[in-house]
Every structure is written in structure tokens, then in C-alpha cells.
């Protein structure tokens, strides 16, 4: 269970402050200094779970009006409300809530006005935005933006990130197999540059692992910004299946998420459109990996079909249908990653393609040949099943283990 987060240790003198500047309208000009006081103290009576973190994303003026912008909002949902333009020049800060997953997922918007006084708050979805665009201090990789002890001026659980790199080396090992790994991210929008980065590591992974050394063919089809579209996607799958012959198909999806949707290349994209695809190609025999917030809700889709997708033979979700999905943590709530000089930009994804290295390594590819429970047809699905089943038991996925993050599998 998680522990409500009920006292962060600030003292009285704070919380007068906080009501003194919001009682009975302005008191005076206050500083940066003293707004953000006041926010953290604003924090504290919110009761938000002990992992969130506040930041500071810049000045807003009076005339501006800030909002915010969720890519994959669902259909019906309540609409969340604008400040309007503001009556005064401010500051403008943002609690995450679930620090750095992907969206939709909760936070809520904070503008202090230079008089002392909240011009707006509002509990959100998604990222925050001023007259539409997205704050200049939030175009940058989380890990940047976690580090500015400028920017984020309130992190109990001491998240953190190592700036360590490194490449899997993957070795080739599948025949006959394909791939189409697909980032639905845009430039404009939060976490680009992560899932940038693990695309092309996703992509790098199933060359290596599908594509001969001594053939000139390509059967990994690599989908991204700007063409990324959820046609796109279909045209690399029909591209593989008609032009390269290909019968089995990995499809990986990295994406801002919601239940059971996701925004691709601007564009959302729900599972039964997922459905209808992989059905009309009932000779192709796919793979679905999602890593996108509440990823969990498209395997629960699938599993619960009635008649179920014959030719789904495995799907992978990185985090519950009510989770998010996590850039890489190295450090948070006392505990360190055990493999965070290796992992990498996104948390799972990149423990699953260590591991993806490990297994098809001479030393260890025998352990995947050898697998006779559960009682796979293929190589491949008993690959898959290895790397997701140890980066979990070797408990190398970080958020995992603090409760934050509960990856899922299903299989016929």
C-alpha cells in the first residue's frame, strides 16, 4: 500500500505564511523565494503521495493564461479548466505526481501571483502549458530537468538519475521474423528525447536480432516523427508481410498512454483499432510490446477478447492499467537501482533489452532453447518471456520495486 505523504517536515512558520499571503487577498509584493516557500507549503496540504516531485517552471505574466495539455485524454472525460488571463504577473509551478512517467497521469498546476496570492490550481492530466506552449524549462530530458535544483525545489524521495550510457549488444539469432518499432512521441511533447533515445536502441536490438549478417535484408521497420501515424504504422506492417514475407511481427510501442489509448504521431489510437489491424492479417502472428502509462488496460483488452485474437500470441505491458510507465530511476525512496550504471532513458524497455543481451549470448542462448515451461512454439516467444520474466525477479526495474510500476504479460 502506499503511505499518504502527511507531514514533509516544513514548519509552522511556513504554513502561517501561506495563509497569511492568501487571507483577505494580497499582503504586499513577495519574491521568487517567498512564492516558492509558499508552493511547498501549498504542496503539503494537498496530501499527494510521498513520491511526487514540485518544480519551478518559470514567470508568467499578467495577460497569460495557463492550462494544460493532455495527448491522450479519453473520450467523455471532464474537461479541465484554464486560468483564464491572469490578473497579475506570477510564477508558474507543477507537482508531478508520478515524476517523469509518461502521460495521461495526475499532477496538479500551481501560479502564484507577485501580490502573494494563488491565481490558479487545477489537478491535471496532463503537462502544463502557457498561452499553449509548452514551458522552455520542460524542453528537456527529465533527467535535466530533475537535476536543476533550480527547477525542482521539492523531491522528498531524492529521485534521481545517473547520466551512464551504454548499448546492449544483441546477436542474431531469428530467421523469418520482423519487427515494427514505432515511437508515437512529437517533438513538442514531454519525454521525447527518452523515447527518442529508446526507440532507436528498441530498433538497433531487433536488427541485431532478426536481420542476417550475410543478407541484405531489412525486416525491422523503424516508425517515428514525423511520420508516425497510426497509417504509418499499418503501411510498415503491410511493407513487411507483402515485400519482405515476413509472418511474425514484434510490434513495440512507445507512447504517451491512457486506457486502453494512445496518442500516436498526434494522433490517437485505441486497442480495437489495434484489433481490427492484427485481424486482417490472419496469417501474421504478432507480438504487442507497450510502453506507454496504464499500458496494462491493452494487455487486459486483449486477454479478455471474446473470441480471442488467434494470431496475438504474447503481449507485454510495462506497467498496470492504472500505472505509469517510467523514465529511468536510479535513486528514490532510500533505494538504489541494482543496474543503474546500465539502464537507461526508459525503465523497463531498457531492463528488458539488457536482458534481451544476456539471453542471446552463446554463453546463455541454450537457457532459451532449452525452456520447456511454459510450453512455447517458438524461440522467440521463449525469449521474450525469459527477459521479461528475470528483469523482474532480478528486481532490476526500479520504480517496480518501490510500488510504482507493476509490469504485465499475457499469453494464450
Given at each position: 500500500?502506499?503511505?499518504?505523504?502527511?507531514?514533509?517536515?516544513?514548519?509552522?512558520?511556513?504554513?502561517?505564511l501561506?495563509?497569511?499571503?492568501?487571507?483577505?487577498?494580497?499582503?504586499?509584493?513577495?519574491?521568487?523565494?517567498?512564492?516558492?516557500?509558499?508552493?511547498?507549503?501549498?504542496i503539503?496540504?494537498?496530501?499527494?503521495?510521498?513520491?511526487?516531485?514540485?518544480?519551478?517552471l518559470?514567470?508568467?505574466?499578467?495577460?497569460?493564461?495557463?492550462?494544460?495539455?493532455?495527448?491522450?485524454?479519453?473520450?467523455?472525460?471532464?474537461?479541465?479548466?484554464?486560468?483564464?488571463?491572469?490578473s497579475?504577473n506570477?510564477?508558474?509551478?507543477?507537482?508531478?505526481e508520478?515524476?517523469?512517467?509518461?502521460?495521461?497521469?495526475?499532477?496538479?498546476?500551481?501560479v502564484?501571483?507577485?501580490?502573494?496570492?494563488?491565481?490558479?490550481?487545477?489537478?491535471?492530466?496532463?503537462?502544463?502549458?502557457?498561452?499553449?506552449?509548452k514551458?522552455?524549462?520542460?524542453?528537456?530530458?527529465?533527467?535535466?530537468?530533475?537535476?536543476?535544483?533550480?527547477?525542482?525545489?521539492?523531491?522528498?524521495?531524492?529521485?534521481?538519475?545517473?547520466?551512464?550510457?551504454?548499448?546492449?549488444v544483441?546477436?542474431?539469432?531469428?530467421?523469418?521474423?520482423?519487427?515494427?518499432?514505432v515511437?508515437?512521441?512529437?517533438?513538442?511533447?514531454?519525454?521525447?528525447?527518452?523515447?527518442?533515445n529508446?526507440?532507436?536502441m528498441?530498433?538497433?536490438?531487433?536488427?541485431?536480432?532478426?536481420?542476417?549478417?550475410?543478407?541484405?535484408?531489412?525486416?525491422?521497420?523503424?516508425?517515428?516523427?514525423?511520420?508516425?501515424?497510426?497509417?504509418?504504422?499499418?503501411?510498415?506492417?503491410?511493407?513487411?508481410?507483402?515485400?519482405?514475407?515476413?509472418?511474425?511481427?514484434?510490434?513495440?510501442?512507445?507512447?504517451?498512454?491512457?486506457?486502453?489509448?494512445?496518442?500516436?504521431?498526434?494522433?490517437?489510437?485505441?486497442a480495437?483499432?489495434l484489433?481490427?489491424?492484427?485481424?486482417?492479417?490472419?496469417?501474421?502472428?504478432?507480438?504487442l510490446?507497450?510502453?506507454?502509462?496504464?499500458?496494462?488496460?491493452?494487455r487486459?483488452?486483449?486477454?479478455?477478447?471474446?473470441?480471442?485474437?488467434?494470431?496475438?500470441?504474447?503481449?507485454?505491458?510495462?506497467?498496470?492499467?492504472?500505472?505509469?510507465?517510467?523514465?529511468?530511476?536510479?535513486?528514490?525512496h532510500g533505494?538504489?537501482?541494482?543496474?543503474?550504471?546500465?539502464?537507461?532513458?526508459?525503465?523497463?524497455?531498457?531492463d528488458?533489452?539488457l536482458?534481451?543481451?544476456y539471453?542471446?549470448?552463446?554463453?546463455?542462448?541454450?537457457?532459451?532453447?532449452?525452456?520447456?515451461?511454459?510450453?512455447?512454439?517458438?524461440?522467440?516467444?521463449?525469449?521474450?518471456?525469459?527477459c521479461?520474466?528475470?528483469?523482474?525477479?532480478?528486481?532490476?526495474?526500479?520504480?517496480?520495486?518501490?510500488?510504482?510500476?507493476?509490469?504485465?504479460?499475457?499469453?494464450?
Amino acid at each position: 500500500m502506499k503511505r499518504r505523504f502527511m507531514n514533509i517536515g516544513i514548519c509552522v512558520l511556513v504554513f502561517g505564511l501561506v495563509v497569511a499571503l492568501n487571507s483577505c487577498g494580497a499582503v504586499g509584493v513577495v519574491t521568487l523565494d517567498d512564492a516558492k516557500i509558499q508552493f511547498i507549503g501549498w504542496i503539503g496540504g494537498l496530501g499527494v503521495e510521498e513520491h511526487a516531485i514540485g518544480q519551478y517552471l518559470g514567470e508568467v505574466s499578467a495577460g497569460d493564461e495557463v492550462g494544460s495539455f493532455d495527448p491522450t485524454p479519453l473520450a467523455g472525460g471532464r474537461a479541465e479548466r484554464g486560468s483564464g488571463p491572469l490578473s497579475e504577473n506570477g510564477w508558474l509551478f507543477y507537482v508531478d505526481e508520478w515524476p517523469g512517467s509518461f502521460y495521461s497521469h495526475p499532477g496538479r498546476i500551481c501560479v502564484i501571483g507577485k501580490s502573494g496570492r494563488i491565481l490558479y490550481s487545477v489537478e491535471t492530466q496532463g503537462w502544463p502549458v502557457v498561452n499553449g506552449v509548452k514551458p522552455a524549462s520542460m524542453n528537456r530530458t527529465f533527467q535535466a530537468m530533475l537535476a536543476d535544483t533550480s527547477m525542482t525545489i521539492y523531491n522528498p524521495k531524492n529521485i534521481a538519475i545517473w547520466p551512464e550510457f551504454r548499448w546492449p549488444v544483441i546477436v542474431f539469432r531469428m530467421r523469418q521474423f520482423g519487427a515494427v518499432v514505432v515511437n508515437g512521441l512529437t517533438p513538442t511533447q514531454s519525454l521525447y528525447t527518452e523515447a527518442s533515445n529508446i526507440h532507436a536502441m528498441m530498433v538497433d536490438a531487433m536488427k541485431k536480432l532478426f536481420n542476417s549478417p550475410t543478407v541484405a535484408v531489412d525486416y525491422v521497420k523503424r516508425v517515428e516523427n514525423p511520420n508516425n501515424k497510426p497509417t504509418d504504422v499499418a503501411d510498415a506492417i503491410r511493407d513487411l508481410v507483402e515485400n519482405k514475407k515476413v509472418n511474425y511481427i514484434v510490434l513495440y510501442y512507445i507512447a504517451h498512454g491512457n486506457i486502453e489509448y494512445m496518442s500516436v504521431g498526434g494522433t490517437g489510437f485505441n486497442a480495437s483499432q489495434l484489433e481490427t489491424l492484427m485481424a486482417s492479417y490472419p496469417g501474421v502472428k504478432f507480438i504487442l510490446f507497450v510502453e506507454t502509462c496504464h499500458g496494462g488496460s491493452w494487455r487486459d483488452y486483449f486477454r479478455d477478447l471474446s473470441p480471442r485474437l488467434l494470431n496475438l500470441k504474447m503481449v507485454i505491458a510495462s506497467t498496470s492499467r492504472d500505472q505509469g510507465a517510467y523514465p529511468d530511476w536510479d535513486v528514490a525512496h532510500g533505494q538504489t537501482d541494482v543496474n543503474g550504471n546500465d539502464d537507461q532513458w526508459i525503465e523497463f524497455t531498457s531492463d528488458f533489452l539488457l536482458k534481451m543481451e544476456y539471453y542471446t549470448s552463446e554463453a546463455h542462448w541454450g537457457e532459451v532453447t532449452g525452456l520447456t515451461f511454459p510450453a512455447f512454439d517458438n524461440n522467440i516467444l521463449r525469449l521474450f518471456w525469459l527477459c521479461y520474466q528475470r528483469a523482474q525477479n532480478d528486481s532490476w526495474i526500479l520504480p517496480q520495486n518501490t510500488g510504482h510500476q507493476s509490469p504485465q504479460i499475457f499469453y494464450p
